[in-house]
């Protein structure tokens, strides 16, 4: 209908070198429906696969059997799979003359060390494409009905990874700064720290009252939509046996969405 030609040869290139390349696909929340076409494009001409367990892996069963496909999942506290091994299983498929494609949840250079592989590609000379796809702090709060923006309402959204509490060593985020701003906070990888981070900002000046969304497996059929507010997310998530992957909302986008 739309003129669109879903042919994968476009994407498979003949190595004059006889070395391949890699294509980085984002590949969206989780939902196949929501790849882009370019993303599926790419990864139906791969001959090699190596997929993060967020992205969308019900499409790795619509690929030729030939295809080889590698789980190099990185669960927390799960299984996991170091970069430094992933880099070099992408360079040593690339080098084997493959046509190679990295495929990861939602964006691949946001949180998702995407960028760490283009430069160790780059660095061992192999010819690397990046295709951006629908990044979860955005697609989950829409795919549940929550805009992270409304024009008179809230000019501002910031996107944090709450992968360490505040006060950490390791934390690279002003938790001071976030908790005056009235705008949209979407915290990912922060369900551990959520109740640190929840008291960091109230004390910090942020409202207890302000109302919080928590979306579990978003695009996924078993996705879970959880309300409730700063002052009583710590209580929420456990009661609620909350569990990552989850984005969790703050702000007053979440109370114009109900
Ligand atoms: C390492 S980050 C990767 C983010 C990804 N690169 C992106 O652009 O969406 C993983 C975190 O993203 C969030 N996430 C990704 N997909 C999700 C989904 N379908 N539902 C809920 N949270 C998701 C969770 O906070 C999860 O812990």
């Known amino acids: 209908m739309l003129g669109l030609k879903l042919d994968p040869d476009q994407f498979s290139r003949v190595p004059a ?56 999942a990185k669960h927390p506290r799960g299984e996991f799979t170091a970069q430094e091994v992933i880099n070099a299983l992408l360079i ?6 493959k046509n190679v494609v990295r495929l990861k949840g939602g964006d691949g250079f946001v949180f998702g ?7 160790a590609l780059r660095e061992a000379d192999i010819a690397v494409r990046v295709i951006p796809g629908l990044t979860s ?11 992270v923006t409304n024009r008179g309402d809230v000019h501002e959204f910031t996107v944090v990874s709450g992968h360490v509490p505040p ?21 990912l990888m922060a369900v551990e720290h959520a109740p640190a981070i929840a008291e960091s900002l109230i004390s910090g000046g942020r409202d ?19 309300r409730t507010s700063l002052g009583e997310i710590s209580d929420v998530i456990e009661r609620e046996n ?8 703050v702000g007053e986008v979440v109370r114009i969405s109900a």
């Open 208 to 226: 207890a009252g302000t109302p919080v969304a928590i979306i579990m497996n978003g695009s996924q059929p078993d996705e879970r939509l959880v």
């Open 17 to 72: 070198d006889g070395v391949g390349s890699v294509t980085l696909v984002g590949g969206g929340p989780g939902d196949p429906e929501l790849i882009t076409v370019a993303g599926l494009k790419a990864l139906l001409a791969a001959d090699v696969v190596l997929a993060d367990h967020l992205a969308p892996v019900a499409l790795l069963t619509e690929l030729d059997p030939d295809v080889e496909v590698i789980d190099v």
């Open 113 to 119: 060390r995407g960028f760490e592989e283009v430069l």
């Open 167 to 187: 006060g950490h060593a390791a934390s690279l985020i002003d938790w001071d700064a976030l908790a005056r701003m009235r705008g949209t906070l979407v915290l």
């Open 137 to 147: 702090p955005i697609a989950v709060p829409a795919l549940a009905g929550i805009p």
């Open 92 to 97: 040593e498929k690339a080098r084997a003359g």
């Open 242 to 249: 909350i569990r990552p992957p989850a984005i969790i909302v």
